[in-house]
């Protein structure tokens, strides 16, 4: 009964983020007349705003809205790009967010783009030794190894774990530091719209939370099988 009730808790703290998230920006994605940028206007009224030279904006899938610090580029989903919501200019105040920390070589944002390249590598050649585990362990039979295939596994699942980790203060920076006080300063939002913008970035907030409990578990359940 405890490991069922644990279980669905469990299910509840990693899902229902994403659920809420997808809740608070469906809500405040309605247009608005007092709402007069769209996702792409705004992202490119901010970059010109705080002179980012070399960054665009493109469109991207929905729900894929990033800033790709490689090509310089805010992306925006296309439920948002052509969109005059509040959703959408608080989306593209986020992301031109990350830019700016790119302009301004942020130490959380250049060592996370450094773990991703590793992760990639090391999650290939985890995955590479656990498929090979098999066949490495009827040939050899050698404890010495079925340790370093371990070991090569474990470094995936790890190096996941601390890209979410480390991005979490990303994230917090880009939208309570930077996005929030660049609607607030520059009077885009009024107060009753500001709380609402926080609202949505708190939820989505949320969902980089349960992306980290996420892959803690999975580093969990690697390490007792």
Known sequence: MIYVL???ILIIVIVGPGLWAQHVLSRYSKETPAITYTGQQFAQRL??????????????KAGTDHYDPISKCVRIGDNYYDQPSLTAITVAAHEVGHAIQDYTAHTGLRSRLKLVKFAQFAGQLGNGALIAAPILG????SPTVAFVIFGFAFLGFFTMVLVHLITLPVEYDASFNRAL??????????????SKARRILKACALTYVAQSLQSLLQLHRFIRR
């Not at 970059?47 to 991207?60: A, C, D, R, S």
């Not at 009827?138 to 039979?141: A, H, P």
């Not at 660049?182 to 500001?194: F, R, S, T």
Request: proline fraction near 3%; avoid cysteine.
């Open 138 to 141: 009827v040939v050899s039979k």
């Open 181 to 194: 006080p660049i609607l607030k300063d520059a009077g885009y939002l009024n107060e009753q719209e500001l």
């Open 47 to 60: 970059i010109e705003q705080f002179q980012l030279k070399g960054v665009k904006v493109e469109k991207t």
């Open 6 to 8: 644990g279980s669905i």
